[in-house]
C-alpha cells in the first residue's frame, strides 16, 4: 500500500442531452486510470462521443460487495477512480454512497464533478420559490 491513497471522482453525466456533459468531467474521465459505471454498455455510448478511452468496471447495487474492496485496493494502491451513473450525479437515488461512505472511512478524498441535475431543472424551471425545496428521491415506477 502506498502513503497516499488516490482519490474518488463523482463526476455527474448528462441526463438527456450529451452536450450537457462538462468539460472539466470530460478531462477527469481522460485523466484517470479507472472508471466504475453503473452500465458499462450505457456508459460506453457517453465515452465514445467524446473520444474517452479510459478502461471502466462494472459498479452496481448487485455487485457492490465484490466491487467495493476491490475498488479500495484500486485507491490504496495510490490510483484515481472516476464514478459514473447512467445519467446524473453518482450517489443519488444509487447505490455510489455506499462506496462513497467505504472510502471515507478509509480517509479516501472524494471529489465532485458537478454536472446536470433534473431536480435543480425541474425546480427552477416551476416557477416556484427556491430558497426551499425538499427532493424525496424519485417517483414510484409506473404499475401495469
Do not use: C, Q
Request: no cysteine.
Amino acid at each position: 500500500m502506498t502513503e497516499i491513497a488516490g482519490k474518488v471522482y463523482i463526476v455527474s453525466t448528462p441526463i438527456g442531452n450529451l452536450g450537457d456533459m462538462t468539460y472539466r468531467a470530460v478531462e477527469t474521465l481522460k485523466a484517470v486510470p479507472m472508471i466504475a459505471a453503473e452500465d458499462t454498455r450505457h456508459s460506453r455510448k457517453l465515452l465514445d462521443h467524446y473520444n474517452i478511452s479510459t478502461p471502466m468496471i462494472s459498479y452496481y447495487e448487485h455487485n457492490r460487495f465484490t466491487r467495493i474492496p476491490k475498488i479500495i485496493d484500486h485507491l490504496n494502491s495510490g490510483k484515481d477512480i472516476a464514478v459514473i451513473t447512467d445519467a446524473g450525479t453518482p450517489g443519488i437515488s444509487d447505490p455510489a454512497y455506499k462506496l462513497i461512505r467505504e472510502a471515507l472511512l478509509h480517509n479516501i478524498i472524494i471529489e465532485s464533478i458537478p454536472g446536470a441535475s433534473a431536480s435543480l431543472a425541474a425546480l427552477v424551471s416551476s416557477g416556484l420559490p427556491t430558497d426551499r425545496f425538499l427532493f424525496e428521491g424519485f417517483l414510484p415506477p409506473k404499475k401495469g
